[in-house]
């Protein structure tokens, strides 16, 4: 996609920015001397790991928040003298985008057209641009809360651009959306960029993302670490990234004594092996990686800006923490037949067929991934698996018990992790930790032991009072995932538990996934970022209530492999099966 050239002053130039906060004993500096600029008429990614100072700096662009020190210029006016004049010429999209679900799209539009000062004379024309930019026209008179997620995000980057803007600030937009919709909103950004000539500024934690903008900014704790094309970062990795696969040993394994050989810097689960980068350009040795002659085939892949990211927080002194060994408990098998075991199950809301007669079986500690569109019903598959909600019509076995007559006893052994982190905002990280004990039904020394273990365990000791509405999104999963391990459970339910973290809170997550495998726990895990799925032994791929494929990731791919493409990614593979899926969904959905 080529980007219109510009020779034109910067849209946006930051000169030793600096912004802290303080709140509960605590200073914190969000930003601390940023300087940068961005291009006009090209879309720049802000790139960096949860607490880097990326949704500070559009707060400050937009006018919300007033820096402490330093200045910025956006379009030529000086953000802290002149706010309004800046503000009616940019559109801000912040990550969790205000639309008012009980309001219908086109009521939306006209609340924010009222909000925008948009003459009514001019709101036809404009609307009409919008939706069929969007293609929500057949949606108007649908409520935003009935909209699937990527439909949301639509229309938020709509109610944003109801007036004309120069200038558009896109706080991680495709945060929670399924491939399909993420590929759709980069193609309205680009028509954007190359049909109307806005500045794009947008923050994401999908470094694939990265790779689609022109320029990107590197911020690490505040500061701006570099800045430049992607490309620049990336080729500065070649002759350092390796996929190794072995045939002796499962993936969750090759990829433990992978990340523990002296010259790895990253490893990553990928297809049937594990994905390295070196810390030198060198090819190594199966000697070098900890195996024997035979035991590895080493095959040396094209590198990606992903591995220029994490080796740059490497250098900038982020360790990698070595892999969780596993504790030696074993889950052991109290009941005959499969974990889960899921037999034509069905869920209506109303006349909304929200699951529609799906089976699948996820076998004692198996990681199944439940991937699939917005509004597949993957999350209301999750909720009858936990007995949070009946099924309309179908059979449901967990842990052996027949969840229409003891769910009670099944959730005994379930653990939770819901989709937006069930913490209670207002507690802090220790009384959300004893509470979600003693919900557990673990009191005493136990419940003590027990809290003790999740502050240790998940570096939370120092954060222990911190109210964990105020931790970073990284730490909030962290305690997310420890309340739901508190009682051992010997299942684990994830419902998208990475969406919006950054790559190295991504692999730090996985880490304990991949130790809790080996310990034979049970997990079934909902995502939209389809390199994460590649860690699950199986996937079952829904669409619409349905089962569109069940199998291997490597079994997916294959099945999805063309002359034009023969080599699919899991990401290429499941927007192929979406799209055979539903080549008529708007009409459909429409009617």
Known sequence: MAYKATSQAPALMFSEVRKGFSGGGRKVTALDGVSASVKRGVVTGLIGPDAAGKTTLMRLVAGLLLPDEGEITALGLNVRRQPLE???????????????????????????????????????????????????????????????????????LACSLVRPKELLLLDEPTVGVDPLSRRELWEIVYNLVEEQGVTVLLSTAYLDEAERCQEVILMHQGKVLDQGKPQKFTDTMAGRSFLVTSPKMNKRHLQRMLGEAPPVLDALILGGGVRVVTKQAQEPTAADLGGEGGDLSIKAVPPRFEDSFVAMLREQGQEAAPPLQPS??????????????????????????????????????????????????????????????????????????????????????????????????????????????????????????RVDWALEEFELADLAGATSGELPLG?????????????????????????????????????????????KVTVLVTTHFMEEAEYCDRVVIMDRGKVLAEGTPEEIKLAQKTGENPSPTLEEAFISLIEKNQPNLQKEQAA
């Open 475 to 519: 730490y909030k999963q962290r305690l997310a995932l420890a309340t739901a391990l508190m009682h051992e459970p010997e299942i684990i339910f994830l419902d998208e538990p990475t969406s919006g973290v950054d790559p190295l809170a991504r692999r730090e997550f996985w880490r304990r996934i991949n130790a809790l495998a080996e310990e």
């Open 328 to 449: 030696g408990r074993q889950c052991s098998e109290a009941w005959e037949g499969p974990v889960i075991e899921v037999k034509d199950l069905k869920r209506r809301f109303g006349d909304f067929m929200a699951v529609d007669g799906i089976s699948f079986v996820v076998e004692h500690g198996e990681v199944l991934g439940l991937l699939g569109a917005n509004g597949a019903g993957k999350s209301t598959t999750f909720r009858m698996l936990c007995g949070l909600l009946p099924p309309s019509e179908g059979q449901l076995q967990v842990a052996g018990h027949n969840l229409r007559k003891a769910a009670a006893q099944a959730r005994q052994r379930i653990g939770y992790m819901a989709q937006r982190f069930s913490l209670y905002a207002n507690l802090s990280v220790r009384e959300n930790l004893r509470f979600f004990a003693s919900v557990y039904g673990l009191g005493g020394q136990r419940r003590r032991e």
């Open 86 to 156: 800046v503000q009616s010429s940019l559109g801000y999209m912040p990550q969790r985008f205000g639309l008012y679900e009980d309001l219908t799209v086109q009521e939306n539009l006209d609340l924010y057209a009222d909000l925008q000062d948009l003459a009514p004379r001019d709101r036809p024309e404009r609307y009409e641009q919008l939706m069929h930019l969007t293609g929500l026209a057949p949606f108007t008179g649908r409520l935003a809360g009935a909209l699937s997620g990527g439909m949301k995000q639509k229309l938020g």
